[in-house]
């Protein structure tokens, strides 16, 4: 499979890189990347990247912030800012990306466990999770050619965050299983699902 991964510096997006590459032709993606730079805020640099590369079997993304914040402090602007990267970002993705994969191939996003658990500052990041869960449902059964769409939700990644607390309640999640969730949206014949680790 030729498989894009958005992100692909990151701490999910690299060793999900690594990892797909054993088996398939990978290009990796992001910002400040010298080989492939995308930022997914601007669809025209999307569109860019998608124009130099085969027609792909599938697109990861992996990328796509929001404001972390208490809630007291949070501004209008705080909120569009993951409006445009993490929500718009990823919703841009999928109405540029369909063009660009082959017949049965598969796009997944990525949101997270702040969708449904919260977290003191976590309000700018549940606005954009939950408003991706409800678009991957209803834009999933509207691509044609057997296109697929799903998102991963994962929980906080096992060494990511500070010490080995709970994070919205749950204890982190493996790199290693969160991989085999992003694998299974892109071998699997699911679409239109959240696929939740945590
Ligand atoms: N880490 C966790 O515990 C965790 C848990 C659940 C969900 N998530 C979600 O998973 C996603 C990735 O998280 P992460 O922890 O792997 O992030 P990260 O370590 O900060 O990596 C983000 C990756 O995306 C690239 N990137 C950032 N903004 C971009 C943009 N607008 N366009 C293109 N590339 C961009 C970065 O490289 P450049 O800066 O060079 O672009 C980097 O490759 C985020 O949406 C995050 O909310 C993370």
Redesign the pocket.
């Known amino acids: 499979m030729k498989i894009l991964i958005?992100?692909?510096?990151?701490?999910?997006?690299?060793p999900l890189f690594e990892s797909l590459k054993k088996e398939h032709e990978v290009f990796?993606?992001?910002?400040?990347?010298t080989e492939y730079?995308?930022?997914?805020?601007?669809t025209a640099?999307v569109r860019l990247l998608l124009e130099t590369l085969p027609k792909l079997d599938a697109i990861i993304?992996?990328?796509?912030?929001?404001v972390w914040e208490e809630f007291d402090l949070l501004t209008e602007a705080d909120y569009y800012v993951g409006i445009k990267?993490?929500l718009m970002?990823q919703v841009n993705l999928v109405h540029t990306a369909k063009e660009f994969l082959n017949p049965n191939g598969s796009i997944t996003l990525?949101?997270?466990?702040?969708a449904d658990f919260p977290e003191p500052s976590s309000a700018g990041?549940a606005l954009v999770?939950g408003a991706l869960h409800s678009f991957v449902m209803a834009a999933a059964p509207q691509l044609k050619n057997n296109i697929r769409l799903n998102v991963v939700?994962?929980?906080?990644?096992k060494g990511?965050?500070e010490g080995e607390e709970l994070?919205a309640g749950h204890a982190?999640?493996t790199i290693e299983a969160?991989i085999d969730v992003y694998k299974e949206a892109l071998l699997g014949s699911r679409t239109g699902h959240v696929l939740k680790i945590y």
């Open positions: 958005i992100g692909a510096s990151g701490i999910i997006g690299k990796g993606a992001y910002r400040s990347s730079p995308v930022d997914t805020r601007d640099s993304n992996a990328a796509g912030s929001a990267d993490k970002g990525t949101t997270g466990i702040l990041l999770n939700a994962p929980g906080a990644i990511s965050i994070f982190p999640v969160v």
